[in-house]
């Protein structure tokens, strides 16, 4: 049976009940001048502000102020999981706090809620468009957005049995936990991504194959820019909803891309009126108005576009750079630095032709090693467009399970095997790490079939050395032993792999080949690799590979020496009690004979050794 109230349609075994009924609310209360109670005494009260809230936040865990507990007397004090509200800027959006504090008069408590409601579930309901929706419903017909302490007390609550609040609660968590997930992973993935451009754009790092010296090139010099010029007077009331061609804004731009869909038109005189300015595929632009320097590149374009004032096209000359690669350069520290250094202390609110005159900046001379470079950070775009994707799906499929669970049209049934399980989508998890049941020998024999599948290429040849790297790190992925890696002078090495283990099995099951030169033994797919991969997919461990692969897949072999062998010191430190520093990692390399020579080289310089360690903190 259905219960028709003023919020909708909910189970009739659900009560519907105010807030204010269910809970106490509370307006905060700011002690003034503030200023005269504020103090930097770790013994202060957490002073809570919105500045203290991170982005799409959950819980708030820290402030950035205290104040003195005279000043807590004149304010509000909140406690360890209450619920405070913001009554104006972010419009009802809670929070669920982990500290004790005060909070002043921009904000609202729930507390006491909870004889009638789980946490977790009061949450997710307050969150809600049917929350979100009684919130709008009061301000109508008020031009003020701010919430007061009566309005929030006269929301209305569907309140089913706990027992269901809890399945509710797990279902919409293990949801959360997946967002949670891919959005730590899309960072991840753009700060990796930052690290590449940074070094692959200034030739810090050489792809293999590419040794000719790196050229200056002059933006103005060697290219045209080009803009809708002023006297052509468009104006927008001749921004059309549809028409003969789009027209690029600069609030079209959109992760380096043009959103197509948001697009307004001109008509067909407006496209003709100046061809310098007719969007082609592949064309890289820049924002010289409002917010200036944002930068795209034209891709998926179906239809003649063109620009609006507050937009260049740029095109190199003669091919004299590939235009995708100089997509990135403009999107990197190069491009941003010349802003910097051009705004030299006042704030620009417009580009002009002439200021990119003194843009200059090195390229590599030949297109081959530009589209490399390129091809190498498109295809990290790509990765994280993908991911970008999915974590849009999952959040959409979040919503249509919040609109369906808290309004009981799907009921999460209570299994009496696996009670406060729920009964709804499962969201996928990474496979488990899983023992093969084969001996070590072995299992490193597939795994280094499996490493060499996944990083071997013609272009860019893989030798032991990173190979035994490799293999070092998904064991500590797989929290498997590294007791055969001893402190050889190339880092952590294990001789029984190379000897008597995981490589002479994967050679001689034709799994890998491996080839001597004067740079050493490189190695290379083999016959019988179908057999190693088909061996990795039954133990289920594609998705450590593909950690490996995610993670290294553009590290230099000194990169991987730095971090691996900063890795094992790490350990070492930690399983003797001693704190973790540049300094201690430094005095434990130095007293190993092997591995000693390393702080005499530009990869171990303290700096290094630092950024390992934190790279480390979020590797492993």
């Known amino acids: 049976m259905v219960n028709l109230t003023e919020i909708g349609k909910f189970p009739e075994d659900w009560e519907i009940e105010k807030l204010g009924c269910k809970s106490d609310i509370y307006r905060g209360g700011s002690p003034r001048p503030i200023q005269a109670f504020l103090t930097t005494s770790t013994h202060g009260v957490n002073w809570i502000k919105i500045g203290d809230v991170a982005p799409n936040a959950k819980y708030i865990t820290a402030t950035d102020e205290k104040i003195i507990p005279e000043g807590a007397y004149r304010s509000r004090s909140v406690q360890k999981g209450d619920f405070i509200l913001s009554n104006s800027m972010s419009f009802g959006r809670p929070y669920i706090l982990k500290i004790d504090g005060c909070i002043h008069d921009g904000w609202l408590v729930i507390q006491n809620y909870e004889m009638n409601f789980e946490q977790e579930y009061l949450y997710y309901f307050l969150c809600s468009d049917i929350t979100t929706?009684?919130?709008?419903?009061?301000?109508?017909?008020?031009?003020?957005?701010?919430?007061?302490?009566?309005?929030?007390?006269?929301?209305?609550?569907?309140?089913?049995?706990?027992?269901?609040?809890?399945?509710?609660?797990?279902?919409?968590?293990?949801?959360?936990?997946?967002?949670?997930?891919?959005?730590?992973?899309?960072?991840?993935?753009?700060?990796?991504?930052?690290?590449?451009?940074?070094?692959?754009?200034?030739?810090?790092?050489?792809?293999?194959?590419?040794?000719e010296k790196w050229k200056?090139?002059?933006?103005?010099?060697?290219?045209?820019?080009?803009?809708?010029?002023?006297?052509?007077?468009?104006?927008?009331?001749?921004?059309?909803?549809?028409?003969?061609?789009?027209?690029?804004?600069?609030?079209?731009?959109?992760?380096?891309?043009?959103?197509?869909?948001?697009?307004?038109?001109?008509?067909?005189?407006?496209?003709?009126?100046?061809?310098?300015?007719?969007?082609?595929?592949?064309?890289?632009?820049?924002?010289?108005?409002?917010?200036?320097?944002?930068?795209?590149?034209?891709?998926?374009l179906?239809?003649?576009?063109?620009?609006?004032?507050?937009?260049?096209?740029?095109?190199?000359?003669?091919?004299?750079?590939?235009?995708?690669?100089?997509?990135?350069?403009?999107?990197?520290?190069?491009?941003?630095?010349?802003?910097?250094?051009?705004?030299?202390?006042?704030?620009?609110?417009?580009?002009?032709?002439?200021?990119?005159?003194?843009?200059?900046?090195?390229?590599?001379?030949?297109?081959?090693?530009?589209?490399?470079?390129?091809t190498i950070l498109s295809d990290m775009d790509i990765e994280i467009d993908a991911l970008t994707a999915k974590l849009e799906k999952i959040r959409n499929i979040k919503k249509g399970m919040m609109s369906e669970l808290l309004t009981g049209r799907i009921r999460l049934i209570e299994v009496e095997q696996e009670k406060m399980k729920p009964a709804i989508i499962t969201m996928p998890k990474p496979t488990p790490t899983q023992k093969s049941g084969h001996n070590q020998q072995f299992d490193d024999a597939v795994m280094i079939a499996g490493i060499v599948n996944a990083f071997y290429s013609d272009k860019f040849r893989l030798g032991r050395k990173k190979v035994q790297k490799l293999l070092y790190f998904l064991r500590r992925y797989q929290d498997e032993s590294t007791v055969a890696f001893k402190k050889k002078a190339a880092g952590p090495y294990a001789d029984v792999v190379r000897y008597k283990g995981g490589e002479p099995i994967a050679r001689s099951n034709g799994y890998v080949v491996t080839t001597t030169s004067d740079k050493g033994s490189m190695f290379a797919k083999g016959k019988n690799m179908s057999l190693a991969l088909d061996y990795i997919q039954r133990w289920g461990k594609q998705n450590d590979i593909q950690w490996l692969l995610d993670n290294f897949l553009y590290k230099s072999s000194d990169d991987l020496e730095l971090l691996s062998t900063v890795d094992m010191a790490i350990c070492d430190l930690t399983g003797a009690g001693i704190s973790v520093s540049v300094e201690s990692i430094k005095h434990l390399i130095a007293t190993n004979k092997e591995w000693r020579a390393k702080l005499n080289r530009q990869v171990f310089e303290d700096r290094k050794i630092a950024q390992a360690i934190r790279d480390l903190e979020t590797l492993l």
Not at 327 to 355: C, R
């Open 216 to 300: 200056g090139f002059n933006l103005i010099e060697n290219s045209t820019l080009k803009a809708r010029i002023g006297w052509q007077g468009l104006t927008t009331a001749e921004y059309l909803d549809d028409g003969y061609a789009y027209l690029i804004t600069g609030t079209d731009f959109a992760r380096g891309k043009i959103a197509w869909e948001g697009c307004h038109f001109v008509d067909k005189n407006r496209y003709d009126q100046d061809p310098n300015i007719q969007v082609r595929n592949g064309d890289v632009l820049i924002t010289k108005d409002g917010t200036i320097g944002k930068v795209a590149i034209v891709k998926d």
């Open 133 to 211: 929706q009684q919130y709008i419903s009061m301000a109508a017909g008020s031009s003020v957005r701010n919430l007061s302490k009566d309005k929030v007390k006269d929301v209305q609550i569907a309140i089913p049995s706990r027992p269901e609040q809890q399945r509710i609660t797990a279902a919409l968590s293990d949801t959360d936990a997946y967002i949670t997930a891919l959005e730590k992973l899309i960072t991840k993935k753009r700060l990796i991504k930052q690290g590449a451009m940074q070094e692959l754009l200034i030739g810090k790092r050489r792809l293999p194959g590419f040794y």
């Open 302 to 374: 179906f239809r003649k576009a063109a620009l609006n004032s507050g937009v260049f096209v740029v095109r190199p000359k003669n091919y004299a750079c590939d235009s995708v690669y100089l997509y990135y350069v403009l999107l990197s520290e190069i491009f941003k630095d010349f802003l910097t250094k051009l705004a030299a202390g006042s704030t620009i609110n417009h580009l002009y032709q002439k200021d990119f005159k003194s843009f200059e900046f090195t390229l590599p001379p030949t297109k081959d090693e530009q589209i490399a470079i390129a």
